[in-house]
């Protein structure tokens, strides 16, 4: 079964640093892959995505995450962090032999004004 | 557009009891799933249906059983509580299901306590 590391439990950082979360899956085929992103008190909601083309994508406030098919990676990163990234950071991979969608273990991202 | 729709917020039961949580997803959409969030595990997926059938089902017992209605409402069933299924069950609607790649949008889950 397909599974997703996120190695980064707890992530703080001071604000204007720059960002990069690190997500791996277990093995290849054909993938999609998604960050979500819960800030604080709200639901879970998608931050972007990759199908196919451009491995690098760009997400909403200015993420973006960068596939690596060799290493099986597809880190999150964000030039300069604001207080408001503070939230909790989930990887999923949808496996297309499964067909199932698996969940990273999440990364709790503070950030220190 | 309403978001998805889960209730109650929170529930306290005790072992050995059964609880019904409820889901209404995004209007248009035709896909529920089901996690299981627990600190340290992550979003465990539990199931999900699509167009009133199960199009696939995660590693829980048989106790952990769902549902789908014709107007694209889910209902997941657990029986025979445990201590450890206290968690926040999500639910997420998409418009087709996620085996195609379709994003899940998110309620805000339901709390489940079991004493």
């Known amino acids: 079964a397909q599974s997703v590391s996120q190695h980064n439990h707890h992530v703080i950082l001071s604000e204007a640093a720059s960002l990069e979360l690190g997500c791996n899956y277990s093995y290849g085929g054909t993938v999609n892959l998604f960050w979500y992103v819960q800030y604080p008190g709200q639901h879970l909601q998608l931050l972007l995505k990759?199908?196919?083309?451009?491995?690098l994508v760009k997400g909403i406030k200015g993420f973006e995450a960068e596939f690596i098919k060799s290493k099986f990676s597809f880190n999150l990163r964000k030039p300069s962090v604001q207080w408001s990234d503070t939230a909790e950071y989930f990887c999923?991979?949808?496996?297309?032999?499964?067909?199932?969608?698996?969940f990273g273990t999440g990364t709790r991202l503070t950030i220190i004004p | 557009k309403a978001g998805v729709t889960q209730t109650p917020r929170y529930l306290i039961k005790t072992r050995g009891q059964q609880v019904t949580l409820s889901c209404s997803p995004i209007?248009?959409?035709?896909?529920v799933s089901w996690y299981q969030q627990t600190p340290g595990q992550g979003l465990q997926f539990l199931f999900e249906y699509f167009s009133e059938t199960q199009r696939n089902k995660g590693n829980f017992p048989g106790r952990f059983s769902g549902r789908q209605f014709s107007n694209s409402r889910s209902e997941m069933n657990v029986s025979t509580l445990e201590l450890g299924d206290s968690a926040l069950y999500l639910c997420?609607?998409?418009?087709?299901?996620?085996?195609?790649?379709?994003?899940?949008?998110f309620g805000n889950g339901t709390r489940l306590t079991v004493t």
């Open positions: 990759y199908f196919s083309g451009d491995p």
């Open positions: 999923a991979v949808l496996d297309f032999g499964n067909e199932k969608l698996t």
């Open positions: 997420a609607s998409s418009l087709a299901w996620t085996g195609l790649g379709s994003p899940l949008h």
């Open positions: 209007s248009g959409h035709r896909s």
